[in-house]
């Protein structure tokens, strides 16, 4: 009996663990799972970093039904930031991002993320970029060559001494490296009368000359050195180009200037002279201008017929070099690439020619109708005065037929005689007057006039509109030039101007000068003498 309730007992308890475990295994597998979320790392200001310095960071996720995820940037990616679709982003922000002024800026970015199943999640972070203080540049700079009982001077060359951010520089001398006499100024200007034995010892060996290039207002500054040697050699000249770029590209018709700086180890005294020698031989050696003995200008300007069609550009070499008494020449090419360019004041009289021809074949139709219009007013006028004596007359004609029998009692025939004569008369005018054979009718002259008045109105208005809307070659360039001129030119070729009645032979006899046309079209501006 023991037994039997012990296994009872057993089995009830394994029923029951059982039933434990299948209702554990159920309650986890209706756990809610947490939505997808876009994780950044979690070191402190970890979105803050400096010019030149590299981010470089994992996107992570948590929550979502899947593990399968991509990602991508909604908004704020520049062209020098690297991200892929597994989250690994990479950015070196260049040294031009922020500047002394702005020292701080931000770059807001929204990145995405999308799991297998669909499920998207988005956020923002905003990256900050400080400035980073770059110091000054010094490159090689040309020796500083003495000259015994001589107050030398030394420019340093600007060209090779520069602040990378932009920032203004000044010159500190080195008290300790400074040679005794030497004088170094923030501008970068060094003067030396050197000594006997200072110069001996330059005979001995070249001697270094330091110095800082500070940038303001950070006062960052660079070390630099300048080589200090004697003139004891016939050495060749030297000079400088400004601008430096050995390359030229201009278009044609525009002006070329290149500035050169001469120097001589020896002395500026022994440089000779100075001078070009160009492949293309339509370079003009009067290009060359002769400032002082130590500075010269190339000044040229390549006409508009240079650069021959159809050729697009012309390429040649233009080698200068500065030679010293001694014959010693230093040389320096530079590559010249001209552009072939349409001549735009050839263009704009072209157009101008036909804005004015346009003008003045209105001017010449207007000056055409004006005389119709006159011819019509007078031949109204004179039908007027015609009509108005053939009523005179008919009505004489028919006062004298009607009196006649009472001054011709006596005799029949010549009674008669006036009757029949005076009332053919009558009806004969009447009849040769309807049909237009004598005489005009001044309704239709009135109807002509009124149609010559309204389309020498409505030609000049059109004109002044023409003539006001491309006054200025720059309106005359437009696309829609061409269109309103062929509009303006139809509006002058009308069928309807036929009723006009105008002479195909008619020639104007005046002269169709801007005067005039300025007269007629108020808003028309003649060619000025800079644009002929």
């Not at 006997?196 to 001697?207: E, I």
Request: glycine share 6%; aromatic share 10%.
């Amino acid at each position: 009996m023991v037994v039997k309730n012990i296994l009872i007992a057993l089995m009830t308890l394994l029923a029951f663990t059982r039933f434990h475990q299948a209702f554990s295994q159920d309650a986890s597998n209706v756990t809610t799972v947490a939505p997808l979320q876009i994780i950044f790392p979690n070191a402190s200001e970890w979105n803050v970093l400096d010019e030149g310095k590299e981010l470089n960071f994992h996107l992570q996720v948590k929550g979502g039904k899947s593990d399968s995820v991509r990602y991508s940037v909604a908004s704020g990616l520049r062209k020098d930031m690297k991200f892929d679709s597994l989250g690994h982003f990479v950015w070196t922000p260049s040294y031009d991002v922020a500047d002394r002024i702005n020292t701080v800026k931000t770059f807001p970015i929204v990145f995405e993320a999308v799991n297998s199943v669909g499920e998207t999640a988005s956020r923002e972070v905003i990256l900050k970029v400080n400035h980073v203080n770059r110091p000054p540049v010094i490159d090689e700079l040309k020796p500083f060559y003495i000259q015994y009982k001589t107050q030398n001077t030394y420019q340093i060359d600007m060209n090779s001494v520069r602040d990378p951010d932009g920032d203004p520089i000044v010159f500190v001398p080195i008290l300790s490296e400074l040679p005794e006499g030497m004088k170094l100024t923030a501008a970068g200007e060094i003067t030396w009368d050197a000594a006997q034995k200072q110069f001996a010892d330059l005979k001995k060996s070249p001697k270094y000359m330091e110095f800082y290039v500070e940038d303001q207002p950070s006062k960052t500054r660079t070390r630099g050195k300048l080589k200090l040697d004697v003139t004891q050699m016939d050495l060749a000249p030297d000079f400088t180009i400004v601008p430096q770029n050995m390359v030229v590209k201009s278009p044609e018709n525009n002006r070329i200037n290149i500035r050169f700086t001469l120097s001589d180890p020896n002395g500026d005294e022994d440089i000779a002279g100075f001078n070009f020698i160009s492949e293309n031989k339509n370079v003009p050696a009067s290009a060359l201008v002769k400032n002082t003995p130590t500075s010269y200008e190339f000044i040229w300007e390549p006409g508009f017929e240079f650069v021959k069609d159809p050729f697009d550009t012309l390429a040649f070499n233009i080698t200068f070099y500065a030679m010293d008494k001694g014959q010693n020449k230093r040389e320096k090419t530079m590559r010249f690439i001209i552009k072939n360019t349409i001549d735009e004041r050839q263009r704009d009289a072209y157009v101008y020619g036909l804005y004015k021809g346009a003008l003045v074949n209105a001017w010449g139709l207007l000056e055409q109708m004006q005389e119709k219009e006159t011819y019509l007013k007078k031949a109204y006028a004179k039908a007027k005065k015609g009509k108005r004596g053939r009523s005179l007359l008919n009505a004489s004609l028919g006062a004298t037929t009607g009196i006649a029998p009472q001054f011709t009692k006596k005799d029949p025939n010549v009674r008669g005689y006036i009757t029949t004569i005076g009332g053919t008369t009558v009806a004969t005018i009447g009849t040769l007057e309807a049909t237009e054979v004598i005489g005009k009718s001044t309704n239709g002259l009135l109807e002509r006039f009124n149609y010559v008045l309204q389309k020498k109105n409505e030609l000049r208005n059109k004109g002044d509109v023409f003539a006001r809307e491309y006054a200025q070659k720059s309106s005359r360039r437009l696309p829609d030039f061409i269109r309103k001129l062929d509009e303006f030119k139809a509006l002058m070729n009308l069928s309807g101007l036929v009723a006009l009645e105008l002479d195909a032979n008619w020639e104007n006899k005046k002269e169709a000068t801007d005067a005039a046309l300025k007269k007629t079209f108020k808003d028309f501006v003649p060619l000025s003498k800079d644009d002929d």
